[in-house]
Every structure is written in C-alpha cells, then in structure tokens.
C-alpha cells in the first residue's frame, strides 16, 4: 500500500503512514482544503470519509442517531457475526450504552478518582525515583508504563504478578498493527482464525480464558473492584459480554494513559523550558489536559451513517464509514492558538481527546489526567534536565498512536 495518495496527502488508511509519529502536516492541509475527504479502501475493508475539523468532529460526536456507533467503531468491515461476538458497549448506541455507563461509571467518577491520589503519588514516586536512579533509561519502559500498569491492577482488582502478563496481551491486542507487539499483524497476514476475537488476535484467546478463571472464582477479584462490581450485578453481563468487557479495560485501560505520559515525557526531552515552567508549581491545574491535547493517543473512533447526510457540499450516504479523527480536532487552528506548541496554561482547553463531548467519552478521563498531573509533579521535583538520546519510536498503527520508546538521559535535582 501507498503511504501517499495521488494529491500528495499521507494515505490514512495505512498505518505505515503513523510510523514515525502522526502525519499532522496532512490533517491541516485537510482541515483547510478539504474538511470532509475521502478515503480508498482495499479489498479488506471499504473507504471512509474523513472529519478534520473540531466543529465537525463535536457534531458528530453528539449526532448518535445519525453517526452510529453500533456497527463497530475501528475501519475494518465486520460480519453482523463477529460484531457480536467482539462488541462492547462501546459499539452501542443510546440507550444500550447509557445503561451499561451507568454501572460502572462511579467507578470512575472525579470523587472516586481523587480518593486514588494519595495511591498513585506513592507509586509516581517510586516508579520515577527508580528510573531516574539509573540516569539513562527508556523513560516509556522506565516511567510511562508503569504508573497505569499497577493503577489498572487497581481498578480491575486482579493480582500484581498479572499485571505485565495482562498488558503485554493488552498491547498485542490494541497494538495489532505493531510487530513489535504481536506475532500476527492484522494487515501482513491472514487473521481470520482469530475473526471472533477482538482485534482479530489471539491475544484475545488468553485474555477470554482469564477472564473466564475470574468470572468463575478460579482467579480472586479485589472485593469493591470494577470487575467484582460487574460480577455481582444480577442483571450484569452475560459471559461474552463480561470477557469484551474485560479486554476493553485491559487493552484501554493502560495504552492511552500510557501514551499521555509518554507524549508529556518526549516534549520535555526536547524542551527543558518545559521543565522549569513545571517546577514553578504554577502550571499544575492545567498542564495535564494541553499534554493529553497534543497526544491524543486513540486518534480517531469510527462511526457509520444512519442515513444520508450533506456536509461540505458533499454526500455520506447512508451506511458509510465516517471517521472522527480526535487528533486532528484537537490541533485545530480555528479552535487553538498556536496549536502545534505547549501552552501550559491553555485555558480554555476544548480537546477532543478521549472523545471529549460525546457520550462515549472515556470512563477513565478524569484517572488519566490525575496520572499525567502526578507522575509529571515527582519527576519535576526529581531532575533538573531531561534529553533524548535518539529519536523517539512510534507505534505503527493509525488507530492509538503514540511513543513506544524514548532513551534519555537525565540529570538529577
């Protein structure tokens, strides 16, 4: 597959396209010239229209009746069949999915999340005093994985020892596209035997079987977790359900936080100013959200017309695929001044991460937000400077983008 197409814009149906970081020069040239564009698919799945702009992203965000996302929300095409057998109450509409956000978002809600504070300072703080012990190191490794890794032990419930099991299946899952993650990378083989599981991967396979051990007892549930809270709901999910819902947590739960930190970590290894603007202490309230802005690690979530629809002079037919591309609406220049910089104290911050605006926003905004705050508190009162050591690696994927390594050097306070 081309990583370009004909008229010069990166091809964002392949993820060779994502490699080294997002194609941000395409999305402003898309947001300026052709706002609603379209995308050729292959014989694997069809074409797609292409939303750039943050007006029309927050339109359709909030348009559920007529952008759908109750027929999947990744490009690929399913069968009626393995949509079924792969949905969460992700890929449902109004009123299905209100109903299931419901139960678990007090697990979730601000109140709830600001009781893990003084949980998630202790392991910052240990997790950053490790790393910057050893002076060179892969602060993703090192620092961005770690802090979600144990705060989703937390939240599900399940044993420590599990934890790097569970996010390395988590990272083959959602990094399907990455050799780096997985054996069978959907676009470089054939991965039909897997067509029922989600993301098309075994991985999925080993986390349907442990989620099955913990459904069934055979595996203990921290008592008052969101998986021990799902498990004794008598109109809870049935088991399938249970199992998506338990890779959607193990998958989701960890990779965007992740990538948030990460993305925070690179900018200040490539601008110190940075890290003395963080020192201040002036920048804490805001800092979290303008990282998370420029990440925006789950870059676009898919949605499939319920009938016809004119934007642009154009025509979405009736069950065309029309892709919300958060991390282009999140750059927009109409919306944010100088929208490529850091601006600390940007306020307003109307970013459209984690799908911000719609109702499927993520249930763990408000976690990911207090996690980037932390972790960037105990390193700035850590070191003095922080430098890369070699250009960052990106996932190959045009669905969660984000670094995957990031080998620094850093000075200690």
Request: proline residues 4%.
């Amino acid at each position: 597959m081309n990583t370009t197409t004909d008229n010069g814009y990166s091809n964002l149906f392949d993820h060779d396209s994502f490699a080294n970081g997002v194609p941000h020069t395409t999305f402003a040239r898309l947001r300026r010239e052709d706002p609603l564009s379209w995308t050729e698919g292959d014989e694997t799945a069809k074409g797609f229209w292409n939303l750039t702009r943050h007006a029309d992203i927050n339109l359709a965000n909030k348009e559920g009746l007529i952008f759908s996302s109750a027929r999947g929300i990744r490009i690929e095409d399913q069968s009626h069949e393995e949509y079924l057998a792969r949905r969460t109450f992700q890929e449902t509409d109004a009123p299905e999915h209100a109903a299931v956000r419901r139960k678990v978002n007090p697990n979730f809600s601000m109140k709830t999340v600001a009781g893990f504070e003084p949980l998630i300072r202790e392991l910052a703080s240990d997790i950053v005093s490790k790393a910057v012990a050893q002076t060179e190191f892969d602060a993703v490794g090192s620092i961005a994985k770690q802090l979600p890794m144990l705060m989703l032990g937390r939240i599900l419930g399940v044993a420590d020892e599990d934890l790097e099991w569970l996010v390395q299946k988590g990272d083959a899952l959602i990094g399907n596209t990455d050799p780096d993650f997985t054996d069978h990378v959907i676009d470089k083989m054939d991965t039909s035997a897997y067509r029922m599981m989600p993301f098309r991967s075994p991985a999925g396979v080993e986390l349907y079987d442990y989620a099955a051990d913990l459904l069934h007892k055979r595996r203990p549930v921290a008592e008052g977790s969101i998986l021990d809270v799902m498990m004794r709901d008598e109109d809870g999910l049935d088991e399938l359900a249970f199992k998506n819902f338990f890779c959607l947590l193990v998958a989701a739960g960890n990779d965007t936080t992740r990538y948030s930190i990460a993305m925070a970590l690179n900018l200040i290894a490539h601008n110190n100013q940075l890290l003395t603007q963080l020192k201040s202490g002036d920048y804490w309230d805001t800092c979290a959200d303008e990282f998370i802005r420029l990440a925006s690690p789950t870059m676009h979530f898919r949605r499939t017309a319920t009938q016809d629809y004119k934007l642009h002079g154009k025509t979405i037919r009736e069950g065309d695929k029309v892709l919300l591309w958060f991390v282009s609406g999140s750059r927009d220049e109409d919306v944010f001044t100088n929208p490529n910089d850091v601006i600390l104290d940007r306020k307003p911050n109307r970013h459209l991460a984690f799908g911000q605006g719609g109702a499927h926003v993520c249930l763990g905004r408000y976690l990911a937000k207090l996690e980037v705050q932390l972790v960037l508190q105990e390193l700035a009162k850590r070191v003095d400077s922080i430098e890369p050591l070699e250009s960052p690696s990106w996932t190959r994927s045009n669905f969660i983008c984000g670094v995957k390594r990031l080998n620094v050097r850093v000075k200690p306070a």
